[in-house]
């Protein structure tokens, strides 16, 4: 019994040995199938194909008029008349609208009779001067004469008191020493030595008690007193310590005083005189030579000097007529352009501000687009680039076609972005108006039929080479990893594949994390 149980044992055994091996096997083909199916279904694949590859840049412009005025009165007044409306069609030099007219017309009319009279006295001085037009030149010579002997007395006297004024701008004693703790003297009076320069006081003890000396502009010495102000010299300016304490010895006294609050004032007054004193004297002078030119062409015959003189009256007169004209056209709008009326912002009237807009000139025949390109992008654009154009009051659908005609050199900034404009030429529609939304793509490069796939498929082994981990069992999705060689970068992040890889290659874009 024994026997046969040890058998029965010894040939379980042996069975076991054949089956844990197969067990083994058989747990691992299921591991590694079920494995792989997991890994297949975390793999992100796609083919390589043929298509066509764009690299675009999409910029969002307006559409320019090429004429685009905006008009406006050069003057204040009430609009008496508009005589275009919306939608009118102008020509160049065509009154658009009109102010109140009357006081230009008048003083233009006022200026045509000055010309016409300077006219006149040119036909005068061919044909001479009577006796009592002599004498009547000569009395208003004399009359000039005094006016400028008057003005210049008066004008001199002005400049005089401004120049005081200006030596006399709030002087004050400062330390000779640059110290900036110290207690200065009063000063006070009204300096008459009418020349600028530097007042000197030095201070010293004496048997008397405080006494102090004066040099530069002025000359003199005295006593301090803390009670009585005391005389600076000659200088007509007075000094007083507020106590008898004197802890500086050395002062200067600047004529005038460049650091007081009233010497820019002062200063600016001074200038001023000296400027009215000459224009004062120019216009008084100017007087006399004309009164002595006129005095002279009544008392000679028609010379070639008198002629001339004349013929400068003429000249004035003309000038006046010439300044009317020009204020009566500031209440004129005139199109200076053709183009069509876009716009009116004004009624019959109304006041009208000088330089406001009122009216709006297009030439909606002749437009163009503009748009911002970021500094990013701007390096792959060139003119003459083809563009393709949608417009946001037409949909989408519509495509115009364009080129790039101008690229600005300059940069601007577009909420803090550095942009460059670009100038585009765009298809002529029969509703293009200016101020419209343009949607622009600019076509930088293009290519018809290459083999292309994701760029994110594309990834780099240790050394920095480019591959692409190429499918090598459709149902596993394991991969093999191929280098490859790219050229274009298209829109919809797309590459070309020049080579390394053919058409319909399965390819691992991506493979998902657990």
Known sequence: MKKVKDLFIDKVIKQKRIWIPLVIVL??????????????????????????????????G????????????????????IKVKVGDKVK???????????????????????????????????????????????????????DLENTKTQQDTLVKNAYSNLLNSSPEAIPENGTSDYVAPIISGTYNLGVEGAIKLKFYYSNSGTSYSVTGLA???????????????????????????????????????????????NYNAYQSALKTQASALSSSQSLIDQRGAELALKQANARASDIDLAKADI?????????????????????????????????????ASALKQVIVLQDVSNIYIEANINEANIAGVNIGMPIDISYDAFGSDKIFKGS???????????????NYKITASVEQASDLRPGMTANMTIKLKEKDHVLT???????SDNTGNKIVRVVDNTRTKSFKEVPVTTGLEGDGS??????????NDEFVVLIKTK
Do not use: H
């Open 92 to 146: 160049e030099g065509q009154v658009l609208a009109t102010l109140d007219q009357a006081s230009v017309l008048a003083t233009l009319t006022s200026a045509r009779g000055a010309l016409a009279a300077a006219n006149a006295r040119y036909k005068r001085t061919l044909e001479g001067a009577t006796n009592e037009e002599i004498t009547l030149s000569q009395l208003a010579l004399s009359n000039a004469k005094r």
């Open 315 to 351: 000249i004035s007169a003309e000038g006046q007529v010439q300044q009317a004209t020009a204020k009566y056209n500031d209440t004129v709008i005139v199109a200076p352009l053709g183009g069509t009326i876009t716009s009116i912002d004004i009624k019959q009237g109304e006041l």
């Open 219 to 265: 000359q003199g010495s005295g006593s301090s007193n803390s009670i009585i102000a005391q005389p600076i010299g000659d200088s007509g300016l007075y000094l007083r310590f507020p106590s008898s304490n004197i802890s500086v010895t050395d002062w200067k006294i600047e004529i005038p005083n460049k650091k007081a609050s009233n010497y820019l004032t």
């Open 62 to 81: 307006q559409v320019v008029s090429s004429t685009d005025l905006n008009l406006s009165f050069n003057t204040n007044g009430v609009v008496k008349s």
């Open 453 to 459: 796939i994701p760029s994110r498929a594309i990834i």
């Open 494 to 503: 797309t590459i070309e594949v020049i080579s390394g890889l053919k058409e």
């Open 404 to 418: 790039i005609t101008k690229i600005d050199p300059s940069s601007t900034l577009v909420s803090g972005v550095v």
């Open 27 to 60: 747990s691992l083909g299921l591991f590694f199938f079920f494995r792989s199916n997991n890994n297949a279904k975390n793999t992100v694949t796609d083919f390589a194909k043929y298509t066509d590859l764009k690299q675009t840049i999409l910029a969002t």
